[in-house]
């Protein structure tokens, strides 16, 4: 008992110390809107700061290979860094003296989150550009609705109730510079959740390498081509109930229908679910670091599983089949995220609401893969959330930055 009463006091002791120190923070970060900053220096960073991923990733790669600017990724991994230094590119740890030097002398703050992605404490002053991570499904903060929501909270709560959450998540508030969008449909969202009038329609950087191949490596190993059939299942976060590990799937007899067909099914959880879903090891079930970019992966995935996670709005450009597993759809809509749309309206494919159905559409994927695809709706989806359909989603928002800064 003795143990636990003396670690329990030192997460209390570092939590306190955290709140000492804010108000420190943000005298530092309002002081440092006085220091000078150049154009020349653009950071990227993604996610919480500890992933090389996503929209920042790609528009990183392309934009260090020109010389008008020059590019450094910021992370809190200083293993990535690492790896990053060894294959070449520009790169520091986000509190190393560099890596804090760079963030207050750079004018140029690009992400795909939060700015925190970087350095938040760093940034005030800085443009702020957010290329986001997917076209909206779920309603994103001011448009969010839900009282037990922190963001309503922060943006419509008492006083009190706001201050606190901005106290505790000023990243959240930070109104961008620029964000991107892939159509006009997810911009017009964009704009009232994050309240920006300046989004533009440029295509998602990340979506290149979908449309281009050569622009990321290959995914998978040896080990892995074997199979006849690649399944990725990537379901979004829940805000609530986030300590509930249970998921409405019986792995055993997942893996023996997998083992039938010679299938992988790979297991991808969004960067924000810490969640231990599977405890056991299967032959033919993998579960892929949170922070893994699957996007180099989707040319050999031959059929997504998602639930609302936006990132079936990328893969409607591989043109391949797509099956939502909602099974918990009401209870999400009215505990987690309301959406812009009505869902079945927006997503191609078959819904199933529990295992039984989910093996069904399995059994029935393996006979015949262009069952589970309906051309007309697929296709008019895809035109509706995506006006370009090529592989200059980075060239495109690279170019229209630097005509922002005037460089």
């Known amino acids: 008992m003795l143990y636990i009463k003396t670690d329990y006091l030192a997460l209390i002791s570092l939590d306190m110390i955290r709140i000492a120190i804010k108000p420190i923070l943000f005298i530092l970060y309002y002081f440092l809107y006085l220091v000078p900053r150049t154009n020349k220096i653009w950071l990227f960073g993604s996610g919480s700061g500890h992933s090389f991923s996503d929209n ?7 934009s260090s290979n020109i010389d008008d600017v020059k590019c450094f990724w910021i992370s809190k991994n200083k293993q990535l860094v690492k790896n990053l230094r060894v294959d070449g590119r520009r790169a520091y740890y986000a509190y190393s003296l560099m890596g804090l030097w760079l963030s207050i002398i750079s004018n140029v703050y690009i992400y795909d989150g939060r700015a925190n992605g970087i350095n938040f404490w760093t940034s005030f002053g800085a443009y702020h550009i957010n290329l986001w991570h997917g076209s909206p499904l779920k309603k994103l903060d001011r448009d969010i609705n839900l009282e037990n929501s922190d963001f309503f909270k922060g943006y419509y709560g008492r006083f009190l109730e706001k201050l606190s959450i901005r106290f505790s ?3 959240w508030f930070t109104i961008s510079d620029l964000i991107i969008a892939t159509s006009e449909k997810p911009k017009n969202y964009l704009q009232t959740a994050f309240g920006i009038d300046n989004v533009i329609v440029s295509g ?33 976060f829940r805000d ?3 300590d509930n590990t249970q998921v409405s799937i019986d792995w055993e007899r ?13 297991l991808k959880l969004h960067r924000h679910d810490k969640s231990i879903v599977i405890d056991k090891g299967y032959t033919n079930i993998k579960v892929l670091n949170n922070d893994v970019d699957v996007y180099p992966m989707f040319k050999d995935v031959d059929l997504l599983i998602t639930d609302y996670s936006s990132i079936f709005f990328d893969f409607l450009l591989t043109d391949k089949p797509i099956l939502f597993y909602s099974y918990d759809k009401e209870s999400y809509l009215n505990n987690d995220r309301p959406m812009y749309d009505d869902y079945d309206s927006v997503t191609p494919g078959y819904k199933v ?10 059994e029935l994927f393996f006979k015949n893969p262009k069952s589970l695809k309906e051309v007309d709706v697929y296709n008019k989806i895809k035109d509706l959330y995506h006006k370009y359909k090529d592989a200059k989603g980075s060239e495109r928002t690279y170019k229209y930055i630097k005509e922002m800064l005037k460089i």
């Open 169 to 171: 998540m000023p990243e």
């Open 56 to 62: 920042a990733k790609y528009l990183f790669l392309y």
């Open 254 to 266: 997942l893996n023996d229908l997998l083992l039938k067909e010679n299938a992988i099914f790979y």
């Open 240 to 242: 609530t109930n986030t």
């Open 204 to 236: 998602y950087p990340r979506n290149d390498v979908i449309i281009d191949h050569s622009l990321g490596c290959s995914f998978f190993s040896d080990d892995s081509i074997q199979f006849q059939k690649v399944i990725l299942y990537s379901p979004t």
């Open 353 to 362: 609401l529990d295992f039984e159905q989910l093996y069904v559409k399995l």
